[in-house]
């Protein structure tokens, strides 16, 4: 059964949360762009994006993998119960996650000096130094930032996306603002890495305190006075329900981030090679998590709600009808993304970072890493959607296998591109595998009957696929046409001609996610009037 109210509710969310995820993207593209402007690819990059990786792999697989797709439901459930009920569950949740967090963080701080070097593999004593160091200085990030995931899950499963998805903004705005004027303050690289580190750190703070005012406006804080009586949080339901949640899901996100990890060790098995391949990497993967982070992660993270209602609820028809315009959205917005970002790689690299210490040279690998990385684009949104779906159902041991699955591949193809485009190898494995993760996840869903495409959808993708092969045909005509303008030229001109084109033949074509749009958007503007 249909649920136009669902579906409008949903939309609305995906709005927001895309507009709010955007300018948080377009902010962390603006601190990227300073970063770069300080310290390009060279030794100061490479050692903050390797110490960095480390407590952002953590708060991938806790805050944004295991709590964010675990607590949501179970929180629901609780708020059913009474708002009581959910204040206790959400007290029980926020101590037992400050605790182990706080334990694992001071371990590996105190013990990073003596793995971290066998992870790094350079002979540079320089480059790990100052490695162990950041990423000491930095660790306490997960804490703060996992704890916010908990209030920021609050608000969600209150239909609240505006507010807590601008925590992020609020962070880049945070280093942008007092990193930049302490850029110009200091000329010495050193310090201003440090300084850079510790901005970062002070942000998660920010954020949290951010979220918890959001939270308590909203009458919805946890219990706090639960950590006067440690037996009742131990023994709460909370912690059961959450465990047999949570372990399939940090499995799963302890799999995927492990593979990051595999990418930094290969990464500097060819730094002799490609030096500056860590900071390269990290860029690219800045510049095509803007469109997913837009338009991926919030179709996904709008539609775990209504999925989880509709799946409670019994109504397989408007499951399959979420998902089907869920997938079709995503398709619609992120083709063009991955056919942009493909052609103009080099193009958009150049205006967007080459300045200060980001010379040609940066620009020429970090390109080459874009290029392969936005292979994948549409592919990642579609994953973090199909597991949304499975911790919808209750099913969080499916995206576990699957993401395991992946892991194995995305080693075994960055291996193989390894040795011919080195850092490029490892974007492309990271593309390819992600690829065939979504494969699984339709074979699954047809095999076990969970999501069955009807004719009707693959027509809407032939569709799809169909008016991105005729937008990639005139990219490239364009690029040919434009050979001799300078980066920024080619920029100015082929992407308002791509943005419109791509509406002219949706509407040619008459393509149903365009009309939703713009229907959407002629509604709000009427409404203004």
Same mark, same amino acid.
């Given at each position: 059964?249909?649920?136009?109210?669902?579906?409008?509710?949903?939309?609305?969310?995906?709005?927001?949360?895309?507009?709010?995820?955007?300018?948080?993207?377009?902010?962390?593209?603006?601190?990227?762009?300073?970063?770069?402007?300080?310290?390009?690819?060279?030794?100061?990059?490479?050692?903050?994006?390797?110490?960095?990786?480390?407590?952002?792999?953590?708060?991938?697989?806790?805050?944004?993998?295991?709590?964010?797709?675990?607590?949501?439901?179970?929180?629901?459930?609780?708020?059913?119960?009474?708002?009581?009920?959910?204040?206790?569950?959400?007290?029980?949740?926020?101590?037992?996650?400050?605790?182990?967090?706080?334990?694992?963080?001071?371990?590996?701080?105190?013990?990073?000096?003596?793995?971290?070097?066998?992870?790094?593999?350079?002979?540079?004593?320089?480059?790990?130094?100052?490695?162990?160091?950041?990423?000491?200085?930095?660790?306490?990030?997960?804490?703060?930032?996992?704890?916010?995931?908990?209030?920021?899950?609050?608000?969600?499963?209150?239909?609240?996306?505006?507010?807590?998805?601008?925590?992020?903004?609020?962070?880049?705005?945070?280093?942008?603002?007092?990193?930049?004027?302490?850029?110009?303050?200091?000329?010495?690289?050193?310090?201003?890495?440090?300084?850079?580190?510790?901005?970062?750190?002070?942000?998660?703070?920010?954020?949290?305190?951010?979220?918890?005012?959001?939270?308590?406006?909203?009458?919805?804080?946890?219990?706090?006075?639960?950590?006067?009586?440690?037996?009742?949080?131990?023994?709460?339901?909370?912690?059961?329900?959450?465990?047999?949640?949570?372990?399939?899901?940090?499995?799963?996100?302890?799999?995927?981030?492990?593979?990051?990890?595999?990418?930094?060790?290969?990464?500097?098995?060819?730094?002799?090679?490609?030096?500056?391949?860590?900071?390269?990497?990290?860029?690219?993967?800045?510049?095509?998590?803007?469109?997913?982070?837009?338009?991926?992660?919030?179709?996904?993270?709008?539609?775990?709600?209504?999925?989880?209602?509709?799946?409670?609820?019994?109504?397989?028809?408007?499951?399959?009808? =979420?998902?089907? #315009? @869920?997938?079709?959205? /995503? &398709?619609?917005?992120?083709?063009?993304?991955?056919? !942009?970002? %493909?052609?103009? *790689?080099?193009?958009?690299?150049?205006?967007?970072?080459?300045?200060?210490?980001?010379?040609?040279?940066?620009?020429?690998?970090?390109?080459?890493?874009?290029?392969?990385?936005?292979?994948?684009?549409?592919?990642?949104?579609?994953?973090?959607?199909?597991?949304?779906?499975?911790?919808?159902?209750?099913?969080?041991?499916?995206?576990?296998?699957?993401?395991?699955?992946?892991?194995?591949?995305?080693?075994?193809?960055?291996?193989?591109?390894?040795?011919?485009?080195?850092?490029?190898?490892? =974007?492309?494995? #990271? @593309?390819?595998?992600? /690829? &065939?993760?979504?494969?699984?996840?339709?074979?699954? !869903?047809? %095999?076990?009957? *969970?999501?069955?495409?009807?004719?009707?959808?693959?027509?809407?993708?032939?569709?799809?696929?169909?008016?991105?092969?005729?937008?990639?045909?005139?990219?490239?005509?364009?690029?040919?046409?434009?050979?001799?303008?300078?980066?920024?030229?080619?920029?100015?001109?082929?992407?308002?001609?791509?943005?419109?084109?791509?509406?002219?033949?949706?509407?040619?074509?008459?393509?149903?996610?365009?009309?939703?749009?713009?229907?959407?958007?002629?509604?709000?503007?009427?409404?203004?009037?």
């Amino acid at each position: 059964m249909e649920n136009p109210d669902g579906d409008r509710q949903k939309a609305k969310n995906s709005i927001i949360f895309s507009l709010m995820t955007g300018i948080s993207r377009l902010l962390g593209l603006g601190r990227d762009i300073l970063k770069a402007y300080a310290f390009g690819t060279g030794i100061y990059a490479v050692a903050f994006d390797i110490a960095f990786r480390l407590p952002n792999m953590l708060r991938n697989l806790v805050a944004e993998g295991a709590l964010s797709h675990s607590f949501i439901p179970v929180y629901d459930r609780y708020r059913k119960l009474g708002d009581g009920e959910a204040r206790t569950a959400a007290g029980v949740v926020f101590f037992l996650t400050l605790g182990f967090l706080s334990l694992l963080s001071f371990f590996i701080m105190v013990t990073m000096d003596l793995w971290l070097p066998f992870l790094i593999s350079n002979p540079s004593t320089e480059l790990t130094g100052i490695t162990v160091s950041l990423g000491q200085l930095l660790f306490p990030y997960l804490v703060f930032i996992s704890l916010s995931s908990i209030f920021m899950g609050i608000l969600y499963s209150q239909n609240k996306f505006a507010g807590p998805s601008f925590g992020s903004a609020l962070m880049n705005i945070v280093i942008l603002v007092f990193f930049g004027l302490y850029m110009f303050l200091s000329p010495d690289k050193k310090n201003q890495i440090f300084v850079f580190s510790i901005i970062t750190l002070l942000s998660s703070v920010v954020n949290l305190a951010f979220q918890i005012y959001l939270v308590k406006k909203s009458h919805a804080l946890p219990d706090f006075g639960m950590v006067l009586h440690p037996g009742k949080i131990w023994d709460h339901p909370v912690r059961g329900e959450m465990w047999l949640m949570v372990l399939p899901a940090i499995f799963g996100a302890a799999v995927q981030e492990i593979s990051q990890l595999i990418d930094i060790f290969l990464a500097m098995a060819v730094h002799d090679k490609v030096p500056g391949g860590v900071s390269a990497l990290s860029y690219s993967h800045r510049l095509i998590q803007l469109p997913i982070g837009i338009f991926g992660v919030a179709v996904a993270t709008a539609s775990l709600t209504q999925l989880s209602s509709l799946f409670n609820r019994g109504e397989k028809e408007g499951f399959h009808s =979420a998902m089907v #315009s @869920s997938i079709n959205m /995503i &398709l619609y917005l992120l083709l063009p993304a991955t056919i !942009g970002m %493909f052609f103009l *790689s080099d193009e958009i690299v150049e205006v967007v970072f080459q300045r200060g210490s980001f010379n040609v040279s940066s620009t020429a690998i970090t390109g080459i890493a874009v290029r392969y990385y936005a292979v994948g684009i549409a592919a990642y949104s579609l994953q973090k959607l199909f597991m949304s779906a499975y911790f919808a159902m209750r099913r969080p041991s499916v995206p576990a296998r699957i993401t395991f699955f992946v892991l194995v591949a995305n080693v075994g193809l960055s291996l193989l591109f390894l040795p011919h485009l080195y850092h490029g190898g490892l =974007a492309l494995g #990271s @593309s390819l595998s992600a /690829i &065939l993760g979504v494969g699984v996840y339709f074979f699954l !869903g047809v %095999f076990y009957g *969970s999501f069955v495409p009807r004719r009707k959808d693959l027509k809407v993708w032939i569709k799809i696929f169909s008016v991105n092969g005729v937008l990639g045909i005139s990219i490239v005509f364009m690029l040919y046409l434009l050979h001799s303008y300078s980066a920024f030229q080619k920029i100015l001109i082929i992407i308002p001609a791509s943005i419109t084109a791509y509406i002219a033949i949706s509407m040619v074509f008459r393509m149903e996610e365009f009309m939703a749009l713009y229907a959407m958007i002629r509604k709000k503007l009427t409404r203004k009037k």
